[in-house]
């Protein structure tokens, strides 16, 4: 299959593994950004083919592992109105809040849906006008055009029984973040390549310049994260720090310049909260101000919930690339897909639920689980 198999391809994966070998002469930290990129290295095992001393460490990535806890209890407080229609793709649905999830709201009798478009959840405000319908506008640059666009489709069809609740998360900012902490590690990072597809590599720029470190942009098939260890790995020999594109396939230098003036027309930068890593300024967006009458927050009262996280969860550390998931006492045990106990292992970007997707909580048990092919 074009464009598929040839980035899976088993003798190009080999000779990429033998340059990254001849290349690193010392040991490295690289941290792969995006939860997708995580389970492809997983899933593959490409993280247990590099040399020694060669370590990848997983990211912020997962759009569902960074929605913080109390902005999953306002959803939850919003659903279970009376009146309201919650719009969700499935995957925010098993995460808990602090006293259950979105199905248990939906089994209590709340009008939860999956959608698979924001835009639907627009279509059905439209056929239903004595309901709010709230859509759930969560993740990070990639799926933020699709929510602008709803947004501007209500505004535009005169909708006023439609709104969004937005937890939108910006990469360069963490990044910044990672990298700013006295506690940080990493010395190179393989970039998202949907997220620059959409804003363009400029982005990133002025991350290098600033901490000297090498961002290589790339996608989410084995080849493209093993050529990515390959071009972090070369510039760090050679004591560069550059942004470079190996995702030229997908990612032009500008991005796409149709989204990028619809995100501007419909958000503004603000500061946000992060699960597991706090507050960031300037690292979300909000609706403008002409988009007010759209904001779910704006709208309901939600704003005075307390929250209450895990005490053994230490996915804050594991998305700050402190530590893995088999680090955590409870993975695998008192934690698992159904029995999370954070984002990390309900979230299917999450690292934790890669790991024990992928049998990383068996090999403990001197229970080796070859890489899928």
Same mark, same amino acid.
């Given at each position: 299959?074009?464009?598929?198999?040839?980035?899976?391809?088993?003798?190009?994966?080999?000779?990429l593994?033998?340059?990254?070998?001849?290349?690193?002469?010392?040991?490295?930290?690289?941290?792969?950004?995006?939860?997708?990129?995580?389970?492809?290295?997983?899933?593959?095992?490409?993280?247990?083919?590099?040399?020694?001393?060669?370590?990848?460490?997983?990211?912020?990535?997962?759009?569902?592992?960074?929605?913080?806890?109390?902005?999953?209890?306002?959803?939850?407080?919003?659903?279970?109105?009376?009146?309201?229609?919650?719009?969700?793709?499935?995957?925010?649905?098993?995460?808990?809040g602090?006293?259950?999830?979105?199905?248990?709201l939906?089994?209590?009798?709340?009008?939860?849906?999956?959608?698979?478009?924001?835009?639907d959840?627009?279509?059905?405000?439209?056929?239903?006008?004595?309901?709010?319908v709230?859509?759930?506008a969560?993740g990070?640059?990639?799926?933020?055009?699709?929510?602008?666009?709803?947004?501007?489709?209500?505004?535009?069809?005169?909708l006023?029984?439609?709104?969004?609740?937005?937890?939108?998360?910006?990469?360069?900012?963490?990044?910044?973040?990672?990298?700013?902490?006295?506690?940080?590690?990493?010395?190179?990072?393989?970039?998202?390549?949907?997220?620059?597809?959409?804003?363009?590599?400029?982005?990133?720029?002025?991350?290098?310049?600033?901490?000297?470190?090498?961002?290589? %942009?790339?996608?989410?098939?084995?080849?493209?994260l093993?050529?990515?260890?390959?071009?972090?790995?070369e510039q760090?020999?050679?004591g560069?720090?550059?942004?470079?594109?190996?995702?030229?396939?997908?990612?032009?230098?500008?991005?796409?310049?149709?989204?990028?003036?619809?995100?501007?027309?419909?958000?503004?930068?603000?500061d946000?909260k992060?699960?597991?890593?706090?507050?960031?300024?300037?690292?979300?967006?909000?609706?403008?101000?002409?988009?007010?009458?759209f904001?779910?927050?704006?709208?309901?009262? %939600?704003?005075?919930?307390?929250?209450?996280?895990?005490?053994?969860?230490?996915?804050?550390?594991?998305?700050?690339?402190?530590?893995?998931?088999?680090?955590?006492?409870?993975?695998?045990?008192?934690?698992?897909p159904?029995?999370p106990?954070?984002?990390?292992?309900?979230?299917?970007?999450?690292?934790?639920?890669?790991?024990?997707?992928?049998?990383?909580?068996?090999?403990?048990?001197?229970?080796r689980v070859?890489?899928?092919?």
């Amino acid at each position: 299959m074009k464009f598929l198999d040839e980035y899976r391809d088993a003798d190009a994966a080999a000779a990429l593994v033998r340059a990254i070998g001849r290349a690193a002469t010392r040991p490295w930290t690289i941290m792969e950004v995006c939860g997708g990129q995580t389970h492809t290295i997983v899933r593959y095992g490409l993280d247990t083919l590099l040399p020694p001393g060669i370590e990848l460490v997983h990211g912020p990535g997962c759009p569902v592992c960074v929605t913080p806890l109390e902005m999953i209890d306002r959803a939850h407080a919003i659903a279970a109105k009376p009146g309201v229609t919650f719009c969700s793709f499935g995957d925010m649905l098993r995460v808990p809040g602090s006293t259950g999830d979105l199905l248990r709201l939906k089994s209590e009798g709340a009008d939860v849906r999956v959608v698979y478009s924001p835009l639907d959840a627009v279509n059905i405000a439209a056929a239903n006008p004595g309901r709010q319908v709230v859509f759930f506008a969560i993740g990070f640059e990639t799926t933020a055009p699709a929510n602008a666009m709803s947004a501007w489709m209500a505004k535009k069809r005169g909708l006023t029984n439609f709104s969004l609740l937005v937890s939108h998360v910006l990469v360069p900012p963490t990044i910044a973040a990672i990298l700013a902490a006295p506690d940080n590690r990493v010395q190179a990072f393989l970039g998202p390549g949907h997220v620059c597809a959409v804003v363009g590599c400029a982005e990133y720029e002025p991350l290098v310049e600033q901490y000297r470190v090498p961002i290589v %942009v790339t996608g989410f098939e084995p080849i493209d994260l093993l050529d990515g260890v390959l071009g972090a790995i070369e510039q760090l020999e050679a004591g560069r720090a550059e942004v470079e594109n190996r995702y030229a396939r997908a990612v032009r230098p500008d991005g796409n310049l149709r989204s990028r003036q619809l995100l501007a027309d419909v958000f503004e930068v603000c500061d946000r909260k992060w699960r597991g890593v706090g507050l960031i300024p300037n690292s979300g967006w909000r609706l403008r101000d002409e988009y007010r009458a759209f904001d779910a927050e704006h709208r309901f009262t %939600v704003g005075d919930i307390e929250t209450q996280e895990s005490e053994v969860c230490i996915s804050g550390e594991i998305l700050r690339g402190l530590k893995k998931p088999h680090h955590c006492p409870a993975f695998g045990t008192e934690c698992t897909p159904q029995t999370p106990l954070g984002a990390t292992m309900v979230s299917a970007e999450g690292a934790c639920a890669a790991y024990h997707a992928y049998g990383r909580h068996l090999e403990p048990l001197g229970i080796r689980v070859p890489a899928r092919a």
